[in-house]
């Protein structure tokens, strides 16, 4: 008659290398959701920042009567106002933060600066434009399909690698973009 010594043998057993790995996914699965919620967090609070800047110039231009950095009274940003003279307007006015002799634009919320273009320049609008540096192209793709169309060429969200320059398929590489937003 034979027998089986089973106290020599050792091993996990199906059921044991089962939980184990059902354990393993759960954790991925929650870390890839971490992540999604962080772009999704990043995605808001960017596309917030531009709809802050875009609501305090057209309440600029409500209760003024005016468009902010425009000395020429053509309805478009001057290029040399651009710099300093949009945000001091828009700072003495009260309506972003910081004292009225700040030129620069605001910091967003990954730390990129804005930045505002007048009608003409640059080739992605004819219209005054607001432009966000250091976006990521997740960050920004998420922004213009919240927002707008998906598409980096068109509409009134489009980003590019430099200011003023929408890329086609700007959204697949790993530079980062500048985004901008027709005002």
Not at 46 to 69: K, L, M, N, Q
Not at 110 to 135: E, P, Y
Request: aromatic residues 6%; contains cysteine.
């Amino acid at each position: 008659m034979e027998t089986n010594n089973t106290q020599n043998q050792k091993g996990f057993t199906l059921v044991e290398i089962a939980i184990v790995l059902v354990i393993i996914g759960l954790l991925l699965g929650g870390v890839l959701k971490g992540q999604e919620l962080i772009t999704n967090s990043k995605i808001k609070s960017v596309a917030s920042d531009f709809d802050g800047i875009a609501t305090a110039y057209y309440a600029y231009r409500d209760r003024t009567g005016e468009v902010p950095g425009d000395s020429d009274k053509d309805g478009i940003i001057d290029e040399t106002e651009a710099a300093g003279g949009f945000w001091s307007q828009l700072r003495g006015q009260g309506f972003i933060k910081g004292a009225s002799s700040v030129i620069s634009g605001p910091v967003h919320a990954l730390d990129g600066n804005f930045s505002v273009l007048g009608g003409a320049s640059g080739a992605m609008f004819i219209k005054n434009h607001i432009c966000a540096n250091k976006i990521e192209p997740i960050i920004a793709k998420g922004m213009d399909i919240k927002l707008d169309d998906g598409d980096a060429t068109t509409g009134i969200i489009r980003a590019g690698t430099a200011i003023g320059t929408a890329t086609s398929g700007a959204y697949s590489g790993t530079d980062v973009l500048f985004v901008c937003r027709e005002l």
